[in-house]
């Protein structure tokens, strides 16, 4: 069954300065990945994914994140942050050619300060 | 364009008492997906419908849990004699997976927030 870390419940960085949040899984099959953010009293969107392909994947709203099969990590940055960004970040993967039902990791708050 | 919408969003209830939950998904979606969501938490499986069948159940849907999607369309999730540790978010989630293959990419509703007295 697959299982997925994210390594800091909280990331607080100022305005403009850069930001990765760091997401590890374990699978004993291939997978796909995925990145979602809730915004405050809102659900779960679709930040960006890796399905199959480069292992350089870009998102919404000026993310990337890449895919490191070997490290089995998907941590997602971007360059400048902005107050909107504020948000829970959450990790998520599914397994190929099983149910395709994805499981999550606990979330990380990215906190922005002026 | 029609996302995923649940309802009722807020749902204050006594323990002891029914609730019910509804999710109508993206219309071609014929998955759906419910989850729950404490806080600090993130979401957590209780089971998925491909088209009207359940085809998997967590082992957190005790017995008092019922879901169903009678038609295909929409879905509604049941409570009965709720108790305190009942109180999260219930999150619904939509799908399209061709022949039985998808991704695992979910289109969440904005959620049922449950709190239980």
């Known amino acids: 069954a697959q299982s997925v870390t994210q390594l800091d419940s909280q990331v607080p960085v100022f305005e403009e300065a850069p930001v990765e949040l760091r997401c590890n899984y374990s699978?004993?099959?291939?997978?796909?990945l995925f990145w979602y953010v809730q915004y405050p009293n809102q659900g779960l969107q679709l930040l960006l994914k890796?399905?199959?392909?480069?292992?350089l994947v870009k998102g919404i709203n000026g993310f990337e994140a890449e895919f490191n099969k070997s490290q089995t990590s998907f941590h997602v940055r971007k360059p400048s942050v902005h107050i909107s960004d504020t948000a829970e970040y959450f990790c998520?993967?599914?397994?190929?050619?099983?149910?395709?039902?994805?499981?999550f990791g606990r979330g990380t708050s990215l906190i922005v300060h002026p | 364009d029609t996302g995923v919408s649940q309802d009722p969003r807020h749902k204050i209830t006594k323990r002891g008492q029914n609730v019910t939950f509804r999710c109508d998904p993206i219309?071609?979606?014929?998955?759906l997906y419910w989850y729950r969501q404490t806080l600090g938490q993130g979401p957590e499986f209780l089971t998925y419908?491909?088209?009207?069948?359940?085809?998997?159940k967590s082992r957190l849907l005790s017995d008092r849990f019922s879901a169903e999607r009678p038609k295909g369309s929409f879905s509604t999730l049941e409570i009965q004699r709720t108790e305190q540790g009942d109180s999260a978010m219930y999150l619904c989630?939509?799908?399209?997976?061709?022949?039985?293959?998808?991704?695992?990419?979910?289109?969440f509703g904005e959620g049922s927030r449950l709190t239980v007295l």
């Open positions: 989630a939509s799908s399209l997976a061709l022949a039985g293959a998808g991704t695992g990419e979910l289109f």
């Open positions: 699978s004993s099959v291939s997978v796909y």
């Open positions: 890796y399905l199959s392909g480069s292992t």
């Open positions: 998520a993967v599914s397994e190929t050619g099983g149910s395709y039902i994805p499981t």
């Open positions: 219309s071609e979606h014929n998955r």
């Open positions: 419908f491909q088209n009207e069948a359940q085809l998997e």
